[in-house]
């Protein structure tokens, strides 16, 4: 028994001894291979920084400068509204009228109470009255009038700028309870939009953030007019960055020529940023990874073949810009053969 668990262990030892000696084979191989591999014959070009004329193209749609829902303080009766969709509005012309049962009564006692502060201050300068008695009718006066200013401006509502009525959500003589009326879920019982100037919204990427600034001027067209350029003005830079979408929003101001723009039209947004200096290199230099949106190039390091991922700028005609941060003056981009390598390939420069 004792000799037939011997030759067993013998037999087992063996067959470990022969796998190890199998796997240290196939390694050495596959190094042997990797040594060997012939280097691929590629040509290269030295990188070098070019001055372009940067511009950015970006597409959007015109807002209302200004939008705002017009609505009283308090709920209410809605005596009278002056104004349809679409009518033109001025600064401070009337827009709708609240009942003002409440404003009446207030100006009564505001009236009452000027009679008995006139009284309090004639006794006060004869001595008949108390400084006291002066100082607390003076107060509730104060607080009454403020109480009418305030109830004249929110039953008697005007617009607030030039513009165009694009909402109505009552009729003369039905009650505003103050929930919500507009489309958005806001209440209002007209909403006004400032239409002269307009806005433009840009969602530019994050790359651009230190060349944008305010007072630049944006070309901006529309697809409804041929021909037609309209100039607008950055005058709002977002402080932050959009973390999810890598890009901020810069707010354009848009003169409204003859009343052609209207909002929510869609636009192009064209900006010059001025000179910058960059790489720009053949387009077919640069490849694109197989199902995805990922470009790319290949710079040879020791007569090896690195692949640096690189964002693609402005193109001219058979001319590309690429932005990377690992790409530097003096590398060596291949520029034929690119096609063959792989990252790690050893590489043979040709003439």
């Known amino acids: 028994m004792k000799y ?8 087992i030892l063996g067959i470990i001894l022969s796998g190890c000696s199998s796997k240290t084979n196939n390694a050495t191989s596959t190094q042997d291979q990797t040594a060997n591999k012939k280097a691929i014959p590629v040509k290269v ?17 015109i807002l209302p400068f200004e939008e705002v829902n017009m609505a009283p303080s308090t709920p209410g009766r809605i005596d009278k509204i002056y104004v349809e969709v679409g009518d033109k509005v001025n600064k401070g012309d009337d827009l709708f009228l609240m009942d003002r049962t409440q404003l009446y009564q207030l100006e009564l006692q505001l009236s009452n109470l000027q009679k008995d502060l006139s009284r309090i201050d004639t006794l006060l300068k004869s001595g008949s009255a108390k400084q006291q008695q002066y100082d607390q009718m003076k107060t509730q006066y104060d607080v009454t009038k403020t109480n009418v200013d305030f109830m004249k401006e929110n039953t008697q509502l005007k617009s607030p700028f030039f513009g165009v009525v694009t909402g109505k959500y009552f009729e003369n003589g039905e009650m505003y309870s103050g929930g919500p009326s507009t489309q958005t879920g806001r209440s209002a019982v007209v909403t006004v939009m400032q239409v002269d100037p307009l806005k433009v919204n840009v969602s530019i990427s994050e ?15 529309a697809d409804v007019y041929n021909n037609e350029i309209f100039t607008g003005t950055v005058f ?5 960055i959009n973390s999810a979408t890598r890009s901020f929003i810069t707010e354009v101001e848009l003169p409204n020529r003859n009343e052609l723009l209207k909002p929510g039209m869609f636009v192009r947004v064209s900006m010059d940023l001025g ?5 720009v290199v053949p387009a077919y230099t640069v490849l694109v990874q197989e199902g995805t949106n990922t470009r790319y190039v290949f710079v040879e390091k020791n007569n090896i073949a690195e692949r ?17 941060k690992n790409l530097k003056e003096g590398d060596m981009l291949v520029n034929e053969g690119q096609s063959r390598l792989i990252n790690g390939d050893k590489i043979e420069i040709i003439k």
């Open 308 to 324: 640096v991922e690189v964002d693609l700028g402005k193109r001219f005609d058979d001319q590309i810009e690429i932005i990377s």
């Open 4 to 11: 037939f668990k011997t030759i067993s262990a013998i037999l």
């Open 236 to 240: 709002r830079i977002a402080p932050t």
């Open 45 to 61: 070009m030295t990188l070098s920084k070019t001055n372009i004329s940067r511009t950015i193209d970006y597409t959007a749609s």
């Open 275 to 279: 000179e910058v200096e960059t790489f």
């Open 207 to 221: 790359q651009y953030y230190p060349l944008i600034k305010k007072g630049m001027k944006a070309k901006i067209t």
